[in-house]
């Protein structure tokens, strides 16, 4: 009888640690959540750029014609990889000899290098709704580093059921560095300053 009883009692013990390591483990494991893939909503986002003209004011324009893309599974989107393409014979500063100007070769020359595009390396929480925006921006031939400084306005549902999350995105780029070469001088300084400020009010939608 004590024998029975002890197997029992041996039964029951390895049944509880087999539980308690079960419960255990299921509890350490890490929650993987599916990869959400995102696509740009075009008709409410915008890209622009400023840039100072004659050192006394500052000209501005935009691009009418990019796409973007974004996957991300972390829920505060710190793990994202973030797409985005500019076509530049979209540019449109409301001057259409000016835009010429632009798509030539002193400047961005369109014909030989018709988009440019950015793709992400990380994307780092900086703040409750903040974060730095780090990777490469390609215009003509030349690939640089840059960081934009990132804004989220939050995520919601439209009402058509659709998932948004909305974005501010900007920084400043040296336009030497892209080769962007054209350079007029007056008495006061450049006709065109090299800094050009990028801002990128951008909407998402999730796939």
């Not at 640690?17 to 409410?44: E, F, G, I, M």
């Not at 991300?72 to 000899?97: L, V, Y």
């Not at 390396?121 to 990132?150: A, H, P, Q, W």
């Amino acid at each position: 009888m004590k024998q029975i009883l002890s197997t029992l009692t041996l039964l029951l013990l390895a049944g509880s640690l087999s539980a308690q390591t079960l419960a255990q483990t299921t509890l350490s494991k890490p929650v993987v959540r599916p990869t959400a893939t995102w696509s740009l909503d075009n008709s409410h986002s915008n890209v622009q750029f400023s840039v100072t003209h004659l050192v006394i004011s500052e000209v501005n324009g935009s691009f009418k014609l990019f796409d973007g893309t974004m996957e991300s599974t972390a829920a505060d989107f710190t793990d994202a990889k973030i797409k985005f393409t500019i076509d530049i014979n979209s540019i449109n500063t409301d001057n259409e000899m000016r835009d010429g100007h632009l798509k030539g070769d002193d400047f961005f020359n369109a014909a030989s290098f018709p988009k440019a595009t950015f793709v992400s390396k990380s994307f780092v929480k900086t703040g409750d709704k903040t974060y730095k925006l780090t990777g490469d921006l390609t215009i003509r031939d030349v690939t640089k580093t840059v960081v934009f400084d990132v804004t989220y306005g939050g995520t919601v549902k439209d009402p058509y059921g659709n998932t948004k999350a909305g974005f501010k995105a900007s920084t400043t780029i040296n336009r030497f560095d892209y080769n962007l070469k054209w350079n007029a001088l007056t008495e006061a300084g450049a006709v065109v300053g090299p800094d050009v400020r990028i801002n990128c009010n951008i909407q998402m939608k999730q796939n």
